[in-house]
């Protein structure tokens, strides 16, 4: 068997080609009518010399044309870069260098920072815009078969920041994909009958894996929505009759707050799945006692596919937890030295299993680094595990912010506030905020004889990192506090007074 992740779309296409397989708002693709523009993508890419091996940068939204340019360059056995769409061109630039991208298809809306990046890289830029999209694949001679790949080729490249350094990208392979979305359907019990909300983005590897790519084995129906509003979603939720929901905890605690809720008719759920961050369980109470319909909760990095953990609907739930280990992943927790600790006790979490990727695109080093020669990937994040095998996080990454479901590295971002001609020092945190989880906050120290404003400073930052990257808060000091080494001692800073 080809196990190229495309055949995920192209069996279902072949038994119910009828059925739709991705609605947004009025318009609605079945499933033989998106493979065959699979098809047309395949052959678009062919014209711009993309062969199998090579990178295929997505920069698009939640919308039809994400999965038809996502398996049309797998139908290629390209790799596939997915790309945040608040992306800035610096940020982009860098994507598109280190994976050597051949092509980047952005949404129209989105162009200029694309143009920006793609004038100082090699790669071709392609626009969507979906009144052109069929003149751009009209005259295409479609490419019908899908290419053979090996199950341990790279199908995917996830970048995903550490708390030092640029973005790396995680090289996620066609069975590392493969063997997430097997285990995802047994566990959702998925079938043609689901519709699946798909409010979360489908760049990320929780709305691409869980949802996408699932649905699409499944042979169910995905529902879009592109920029995520409570109101709208409970509308879907009614409209498309909703089987299964996917979201983060914001998007959770955002439905409960909706004025007027209790109008819409949402019956027809039968399963809510929250990952991302923890899920407070006041939100979850509350939200299974409204809408009658439970809530499991996942774990898993974009080095794991990403599921690796999750509560189970015919298992006892424990709230605060992230659940049991998934049908084939070991986990474990281990000390500094590398011993596997005791129950109760805090350790590193490791994951072991078919789902943890090949290793860090071109970083050898990062590879060594984060997988040991027994398979072994050490995530950074501190749980502990009952004595009937749940696990907890306790603490995220040393360094790590969740805004509202959005991993946000401080490195990336005390970068470019370095690159302000005024500031010495700085220093990015994250402070407790009631429905995002974290809030951004940078505090900085100027140069002798120099100065700038809150916002002057807010506003460099937010030229050259995402929007939801920018500090919202900002505190101005003398200087920041330091350890024997010289290390901000980030700890030291007394954040009380913020938020």
Same mark, same amino acid.
């Given at each position: 068997?080809?196990?190229?992740?495309?055949? *995920?779309?192209?069996?279902?296409?072949?038994?119910?080609?009828?059925?739709?397989?991705?609605?947004?708002?009025?318009?609605?693709? #079945?499933?033989?009518? *998106?493979?065959?523009? =699979?098809? &047309?993508?395949?052959?678009?890419?062919?014209?711009?010399?993309? &062969?199998?091996?090579?990178?295929?940068?997505?920069? +698009?939204?939640?919308?039809?044309?994400?999965?038809?340019?996502?398996?049309?360059? *797998?139908?290629?056995?390209?790799?596939?870069?997915?790309?945040?769409?608040?992306?800035?061109?610096?940020?982009?630039?860098?994507?598109?260098?280190?994976?050597?991208?051949?092509?980047?298809?952005?949404?129209?809306?989105?162009?200029p920072e694309a143009e920006a990046?793609?004038?100082? !890289?090699?790669?071709?830029?392609?626009?969507?815009?979906?009144?052109?999209?069929?003149?751009?694949?009209?005259?295409?001679?479609?490419?019908?078969?899908?290419?053979? !790949?090996?199950?341990?080729?790279?199908?995917? +490249?996830?970048? =995903?920041?550490g708390t030092t350094g640029q973005?790396?990208?995680?090289?996620?392979?066609?069975d590392n994909v493969r063997s997430?979305?097997?285990? /995802?359907?047994?566990?959702?019990?998925?079938?043609?009958?689901?519709?699946?909300?798909?409010?979360?983005? +489908?760049?990320?590897?929780?709305?691409?894996?869980? %949802?996408?790519?699932?649905?699409?084995?499944?042979?169910?129906?995905?529902?879009?929505?592109?920029?995520?509003?409570?109101?709208?979603?409970?509308?879907?939720?009614?409209?498309?009759?909703?089987?299964?929901?996917?979201?983060?905890? =914001?998007?959770?605690?955002? /439905?409960?707050?909706?004025?007027?809720?209790?109008?819409?008719?949402?019956?027809?759920?039968?399963? %809510?799945?929250?990952?991302?961050?923890?899920?407070?369980?006041?939100?979850?109470?509350?939200?299974?006692?409204?809408?009658?319909?439970?809530?499991?909760?996942?774990?898993? *990095?974009? &080095?794991?596919? #990403?599921?690796?953990?999750?509560?189970?609907?015919?298992?006892?739930?424990?709230?605060?937890?992230?659940?049991?280990?998934?049908?084939?992943?070991?986990?474990?927790?281990?000390?500094?030295?590398?011993?596997?600790?005791?129950?109760?006790?805090?350790?590193?979490?490791?994951?072991?299993?078919?789902?943890?990727?090949?290793?860090?695109?071109?970083?050898?080093?990062? =590879?060594?680094?984060?997988?040991?020669?027994?398979?072994?990937?050490?995530?950074?994040?501190?749980?502990?595990?009952? &004595?009937?095998?749940?696990?907890? /996080? !306790?603490?995220?990454?040393?360094?790590?912010?969740?805004?509202?479901?959005?991993? !946000?590295?401080?490195?990336?971002?005390?970068?470019?506030?370095?690159?302000?001609?005024?500031?010495?020092?700085?220093?990015?945190?994250?402070?407790?905020?009631?429905?995002?989880?974290?809030?951004?906050?940078?505090?900085?120290?100027?140069?002798?004889?120099?100065?700038?404003?809150?916002?002057?400073?807010?506003?460099?930052?937010?030229?050259?990192?995402?929007?939801?990257?920018?500090?919202?808060?900002?505190?101005?000091?003398?200087?920041?506090?330091?350890?024997?080494?010289?290390?901000?001692?980030?700890?030291?800073?007394?954040?009380?007074?913020?938020?």
């Amino acid at each position: 068997m080809n196990p190229n992740l495309a055949n *995920l779309l192209g069996d279902t296409a072949a038994s119910h080609p009828d059925k739709i397989a991705i609605r947004l708002d009025q318009a609605a693709v #079945p499933y033989g009518a *998106l493979d065959g523009a =699979t098809k &047309e993508v395949a052959g678009l890419l062919a014209g711009h010399g993309v &062969e199998k091996g090579d990178r295929v940068g997505i920069m +698009l939204p939640n919308v039809p044309h994400f999965p038809m340019v996502y398996h049309g360059a *797998l139908r290629l056995g390209a790799i596939v870069v997915p790309m945040n769409v608040l992306l800035t061109a610096r940020e982009i630039k860098h994507y598109l260098a280190d994976s050597g991208a051949k092509v980047l298809f952005v949404w129209s809306d989105f162009a200029p920072e694309a143009e920006a990046a793609c004038a100082e !890289v090699d790669t071709e830029l392609v626009k969507v815009d979906p009144a052109e999209f069929g003149d751009l694949v009209g005259g295409i001679t479609p490419a019908p078969e899908v290419v053979d !790949v090996d199950g341990d080729d790279t199908a995917i +490249l996830l970048y =995903t920041s550490g708390t030092t350094g640029q973005p790396k990208g995680a090289e996620l392979t066609h069975d590392n994909v493969r063997s997430n979305v097997e285990v /995802i359907q047994n566990m959702f019990d998925a079938g043609p009958d689901d519709v699946y909300f798909g409010g979360l983005p +489908l760049f990320h590897v929780f709305g691409q894996t869980c %949802c996408m790519n699932t649905g699409f084995a499944s042979g169910s129906e995905i529902t879009l929505l592109p920029r995520f509003d409570p109101a709208k979603a409970l509308e879907i939720i009614e409209r498309d009759k909703v089987t299964v929901f996917m979201g983060v905890p =914001t998007m959770y605690a955002a /439905i409960l707050q909706t004025p007027d809720r209790d109008k819409y008719d949402t019956s027809s759920l039968r399963l %809510c799945v929250s990952g991302g961050a923890s899920l407070p369980g006041e939100i979850l109470r509350a939200f299974e006692k409204e809408f009658d319909s439970p809530i499991l909760e996942g774990y898993g *990095l974009s &080095e794991t596919s #990403p599921v690796a953990s999750f509560g189970r609907a015919d298992m006892e739930r424990k709230a605060g937890t992230i659940g049991t280990p998934v049908e084939g992943v070991e986990m474990r927790l281990v000390d500094e030295e590398g011993n596997v600790v005791g129950v109760g006790d805090v350790g590193e979490v490791q994951i072991k299993g078919p789902n943890v990727m090949k290793g860090y695109w071109n970083l050898p080093d990062a =590879t060594a680094a984060a997988i040991d020669d027994d398979g072994w990937f050490s995530t950074g994040d501190m749980g502990t595990v009952d &004595e009937d095998g749940y696990y907890k /996080i !306790v603490d995220r990454k040393k360094e790590m912010i969740i805004r509202g479901g959005y991993n !946000v590295y401080p490195r990336e971002v005390e970068e470019v506030l370095y690159e302000h001609p005024a500031i010495a020092e700085a220093a990015v945190i994250g402070i407790p905020h009631d429905e995002l989880g974290e809030e951004i906050c940078a505090v900085v120290a100027f140069k002798a004889g120099q100065s700038a404003t809150d916002e002057e400073v807010q506003a460099f930052a937010k030229e050259g990192v995402a929007a939801y990257k920018y500090p919202r808060h900002i505190v101005i000091i003398d200087e920041l506090p330091k350890g024997p080494t010289g290390k901000i001692m980030k700890r030291e800073i007394d954040l009380s007074g913020v938020g």
